[in-house]
Structures are given as structure tokens and as C-alpha cells.
């Protein structure tokens, strides 16, 4: 623990001609799980394929346990995948399958028997060798799949969206079922995924991507609740963004409106993009609020309600809660002063981009 | 109801011009002139003659499948690691020869093969012996091998095409190098193109009768041969329909063996 084992240096990537990686650094430490989230384009994928070794690096260096394997063709990596898709051996069986890694490197009869064994309960697919692929549902596959790979008793396991193909029950369940087996293992799991829920759900640590860019790094609560970009709160979870003026250490002004809040150093009269989550809105009698609206639209939405409220000047603030207010009825704003995350307003598009990774 | 309406075109077309030719091929085989019925028509392949053409034309024609898999295979799985628009235009030129009349491109190999022909006029330029290409087993082969190695490509191609990358990212992933990953992957994932390949092959290289007619000149007699001039010059229909039962007893055979190593049934006839 606490050492690094996978350390991606100043890493690029281009495909004719169009950028897709930009001098991405990344390090993951021994026995975490690692989400690396973005939107589709956003490079998460390719940064995964560098570290299987299915592509190389237009430039930087991939280090693994101190040792430089830029270079280094998939098949002699200490690490294994799972792919999008499964990807089985179709003309095997499901122990020929688990087994082709073992019978590559020469393991004897019985040693491979039992790994067959033990990774089949291990992925609770008892009893299933002599099954075919073809006869199995796509969650057996996708377990099989891990099966297949961890049998090698890999340092890391990378994953690639490998519950997208899963419907949602399914992936739920696992869901669970990955964070027990990585407990069980204790190996480094690196996984990709677009979907925020599963990444909040599974990972120690989860890196927001967007553009060729890593946008934030952190624990799931981290990232939820303090987005250090107006992208990472627009894509973790919903959110209200809004423009803010900061007038001093621990005070925002929203559409006129004055809120504590608890951030400094943002010096003073200072422009801000400010977050609030639907959740942390409370809608309280108009004299009471910060801000005063009317409620626009209401849905029941089983946990909650879902309103939106519109400001005087014009905006629809998200809110979630568990009290019902109708619509056209006046109400007051408030929002807990830790309830408010304020970020730098980005001076560009370019700068938005390229995020904390300047 | 509708449905039996619809298929009706297609019935009277394998009754009127497969089953009712089949039959009469039997009718003919199986009697002689006169229409009584005998196994002489069949039972005289064991005759030299015969037997010397079936023998040749079941070499000739593995052979000719055999270096057709060969060329083909690698053709194949280099069209596979090309991107889409460079295979594709791989594949058109190896289709593009197929656009010209069968009859012409094997005449063509013939002036080329010639004792006066373009390769022995070359020879001689260069001050070498000539060869005698033309009227050889060689230049059947040749033949065979040209006309029909696109029958073994475009099979091979197809399955190639359809295996998903990352089930070979998958096995290189798990420690499989490149020749693993052929032999263990790519080989039998493939086999149902390679069969219906070996099919499309051997099956016209063992009944042709031009190829052999044009390139191997009257020396050469191939059991196509022979049963082409039963038909025509000796106008011995029975013996002709007799060989070809049993011709068609070794496709059957040689289709039947084939037929065990692809457990997918994709691409034959059984």
C-alpha cells in the first residue's frame, strides 16, 4: 500500500492527426480501484489500452513497478483485461477458456484444474465447465470473462466498460460483485466506465476525464462534493451551476442574493461559477430564503420530488426534496453555507478543458 | 398458406432442373443402351483408363486445393489487419480477373505457357533453354490454382473479418504470442471459412474438363475429360452417366469428411 505501481508519464496520444491523450500523467497505487469516468471521445479508453499495451503512446512512458514497459508487447505484461464485449474463445469451453492463460505458460494438469475450480466460485459460476459460451447470458459471460483473466493472478486488472452490455439489475448486482472480488483478491483494479453512478458505487479513487484531459482526481465523496470544474459537477451527479460574484472570504453573491458560504482565497469582488446540488436546496417560507422563486414544475420521482423553482431573474433551479410544494407556490431558497462549492469561472473554452491538468 | 404459394417458383425450379436431371443421370447410369438395367456404366472405372483419369483428377485436384489454402490463408490475414478501405480494394483486384470470361483467362495462360509463348520468348531473349510448360501437370495446377483461388480467399476473408479484435487482443492479453494466437485463435475460428474455401476449390478442380482441354493439351485426360467425351464424341451417354455417379460418390465422400471438422455446418452441402 501507499506505493505507486502504475505511473503513466506525460503520455500523448493522437490518431491521424487528432489529439485524443495530451500529456496525461497518472499514477495508481498497489490495491486500489481506479475509475477512470468521462464522456465517450474523452480518452479513457485509450488510456486504458496503453497500460494493456494494445496501443502505444505517441509519446511519455509507461511505468509499472518501477520498470519502463512502453514498450513491452501485451502478452508480457504483468496485468490482465476485461474487455467491452467479453470477448471469450467461442470455439472453446468455459474451462478451455479460463484455462488458455495457465496452459500458455505451461502450468501443470492439476494446478490448472483447480484454478478452473477455484475462479468459477470465485465468480459463483460452480459446475459451469463444460458449458459453451454461446449457451451462457451475457452476465455469465462477463463473469466468466473476469474468471478468465484473474486466474493469471495478475498485479492489476483492467477492466473496460465491463457491465455496459448489462442490464440494469444486473449491473447493480455487479457491481457488488466486483468490489467483493477486489476485496478478495486485493489487486489493483483499473476501470472504465461513462456511467457516474457505478463509478461513485465501485472506486477508491475516480478520474474525471474530458477532452484528452484528466479534469479531477479524488475519492468518490471528494469529486461529488467538491467538483473543482463546472465539467465535473455537470457530469457527476446533477447540479445547479451559477454564475457568482465572490465578495470576500466566505461570502458569494448569487442573482443579487448574498450566501455564506465556507471557501476563501478567492480574493474579493471576484467572478466564480457556483455549485449546489439539488439535493442541498432548501425551499423554506419566502421570508426565510436567501433567494426568493416560484415552484414551475413538479415530479414525483419515488424517493423525492423534483422540483424546479424559478429565481426572479429568470433561472430554474434543480431541487430535490422529500416536501412537496406546488406549483405557482412562493417560496424562499436556502442553502447550508457547506452546501456551497465555489470554482474558478475559466477564462476560455480551452482552459475548461484542459482543467486542473494546466 | 401464402407462404407455400411463395416457395412454389422455387420448387418447380429444383424439380425441373436439378431432381429431374439427377434422375436421368441415374436413369442412364444405371442401364445400358438398350435400358436394361447394369452396373457395367459404373463398374467401368475400374478399367485403366478410367481409373488413371480419377486418380489424376483427385491428385491434381488436392493438390491445387491444397496451395490454394496455402496462398489464400495469408492473403486473408493480411486483408484482416488492413484497414477496411485498403482490404476492400485488396479484394476488388483479386475479384477483378473473375470479371473476365472463364474460357478467356485460361487461354490466356496458354498463350503465355506455349512452346512459342511469351515466357519461352522471354527465355530465349535471355539466352536460357526453353521449357516445356504447356501440356503438363504443372500447368493444370496452375490453371486450377488461378481460376479458383478467389473461391479460397473471399470464404477466409469473410470469417476472418468477422472475429472481433479483442477476442485476439484478449488472447494476446493472456500471454498467447502471434503464432499462439494463429493457432489457437485465429486457425480454428476460421475453419468454417476454410471448408466452404476447400469446397468451392476442389469440387469444380475435380469435374473440370477446360482447364485440362486448354492447358494440358489431349495428353493430359482428367476423369472430366473423359466423361465429356462419352458425351460428345463417343455419344456413349450411359458410360458418361455412369462415371459421373461415381464422380459424384467421391464429392459426397470427400464432402462427408470435410463436413466432421465443421461442427458450425457453415458452407457445406451435408
Known amino acids: 500500500m501507499g506505493q505507486s505501481l502504475i505511473d503513466l508519464r506525460n503520455i500523448s496520444k493522437s490518431f491521424d492527426g487528432t489529439m485524443v491523450l495530451d500529456d496525461l500523467n497518472l499514477s495508481v497505487k498497489e490495491n486500489t480501484f481506479v475509475t477512470l469516468l468521462g464522456p465517450s471521445g474523452c480518452g479513457k479508453t485509450t488510456t486504458l489500452r496503453i497500460i494493456g499495451g494494445f496501443e502505444s503512446p505517441s509519446k511519455g512512458e509507461v511505468i509499472f513497478d518501477g520498470q519502463n514497459i512502453t514498450n513491452l508487447p501485451p502478452n508480457k505484461r504483468q496485468l490482465n483485461t476485461v474487455f467491452q464485449k467479453y470477448a471469450l474463445f467461442t470455439h472453446m469451453s468455459i474451462a478451455e477458456n479460463i484455462a488458455f492463460g495457465l496452459k500458455i505458460k505451461n502450468k501443470s494438469k492439476s494446478y490448472i484444474q483447480d484454478k478452473i475450480k477455484y475462479a468459477l466460485k470465485l465468480v459463483n459460476l460452480d459446475g459451469f465447465e463444460n458449458r459453451s459460451v454461446s449457451s451462457l447470458s451475457g452476465g455469465q459471460q462477463q463473469r466468466i470473462a473476469i474468471a478468465r483473466a484473474i486466474v493469471n493472478e495478475p498485479r492489476v486488472l483492467l477492466l473496460d466498460e465491463p457491465l455496459g452490455a448489462l442490464d440494469l439489475k444486473l449491473r447493480q448486482d455487479m457491481q457488488y460483485e466486483l468490489i467483493r472480488l477486489k476485496n478478495e483478491l486485493g489487486i489493483t483494479f483499473i476501470y472504465v466506465t461513462h456511467d457516474q453512478e457505478e463509478a461513485l458505487t465501485m472506486s477508491d479513487t475516480i478520474v474525471v476525464m474530458n477532452q484528452g484531459y484528466i479534469q479531477q482526481m479524488g475519492s468518490p465523496e471528494n469529486i461529488y462534493n467538491e467538483p473543482e470544474n463546472a465539467f465535473v459537477a455537470d457530469f457527476i451527479g446533477e447540479s445547479n451551476i451559477v454564475p457568482g460574484i465572490m465578495l470576500r472570504d466566505e461570502l458569494v453573491e448569487i442573482f443579487g442574493a448574498k450566501f455564506a458560504c465556507v471557501d476563501k482565497g478567492f480574493g474579493s469582488n471576484a467572478p466564480v461559477d457556483v455549485v449546489i446540488r439539488p439535493e442541498d436546496i432548501d425551499l423554506v417560507a419566502p421570508e426565510n430564503g436567501s433567494l426568493e422563486g416560484v415552484v414551475t414544475h413538479l415530479i414525483f420521482k419515488g424517493v423525492h420530488y423534483e422540483m424546479e423553482v424559478t429565481s426572479p431573474d429568470g433561472f430554474e433551479w434543480l431541487v430535490h426534496s422529500t416536501d412537496l410544494f406546488p406549483v405557482g407556490q412562493k417560496v424562499g431558497i436556502h442553502v447550508d453555507p457547506f452546501d456551497i462549492q465555489i470554482m474558478n469561472k475559466p477564462a476560455s473554452e480551452d482552459e475548461e478543458a484542459v482543467g486542473v491538468n494546466e | ?270
Open chain 2, 1 to 270: 398458406m401464402n407462404k407455400k404459394l411463395l416457395s412454389g417458383p422455387y420448387l418447380m425450379w429444383m424439380i425441373g432442373f436439378i431432381l429431374i436431371p439427377l434422375a436421368l443421370i441415374v436413369f442412364y447410369g444405371l442401364t445400358d443402351k438398350s435400358g436394361a438395367f447394369t452396373l457395367s456404366n459404373v463398374l467401368s472405372i475400374s478399367t485403366e483408363e478410367h481409373a488413371k483419369a480419377l486418380w489424376l483428377s483427385l491428385g491434381l485436384s488436392l493438390l491445387s486445393t491444397v496451395l490454394c489454402l496455402v496462398l489464400a490463408y495469408p492473403l486473408a490475414m493480411i486483408l484482416r489487419t488492413r484497414g477496411m478501405g485498403q482490404g476492400s480494394f485488396i479484394v476488388f483486384i483479386f475479384i477483378l480477373p473473375m470479371w473476365m470470361n472463364f474460357l478467356l483467362r485460361t487461354l490466356a495462360w496458354q498463350t503465355l505457357l506455349e512452346k512459342n509463348g511469351v515466357i519461352n520468348g522471354i527465355l530465349s531473349a535471355l539466352h536460357l533453354p526453353n521449357q516445356g510448360l504447356i501440356n503438363t501437370p504443372g500447368a493444370i495446377i496452375l490453371g486450377m490454382v488461378y481460376n479458383f483461388l478467389p473461391f479460397m480467399v473471399l470464404p477466409i476473408y469473410n470469417v476472418l473479418m468477422k472475429i472481433d479484435d479483442n477476442v485476439v487482443n484478449a488472447a494476446r492479453d493472456l500471454g498467447a504470442n502471434s503464432l499462439q494466437v494463429l493457432i489457437r485463435i485465429l486457425l480454428p475460428l476460421s475453419i468454417p471459412g476454410i471448408v466452404s474455401g476447400i469446397t468451392m476449390v476442389f469440387v469444380p478442380a475435380l469435374t473440370t474438363f477446360v482447364i485440362s482441354n486448354i492447358l494440358g493439351g489431349s495428353k493430359i485426360l482428367l476423369i472430366g475429360n473423359v466423361i465429356e467425351q462419352e458425351f460428345t464424341k463417343g455419344s456413349n451417354w450411359n458410360l458418361g452417366s455412369g462415371l459421373s455417379l461415381v464422380l459424384m460418390i467421391f464429392i459426397l465422400i470427400s464432402m462427408a469428411l470435410i463436413a466432421k471438422y465443421d461442427k458450425n455446418g457453415e458452407g457445406t452441402v451435408l
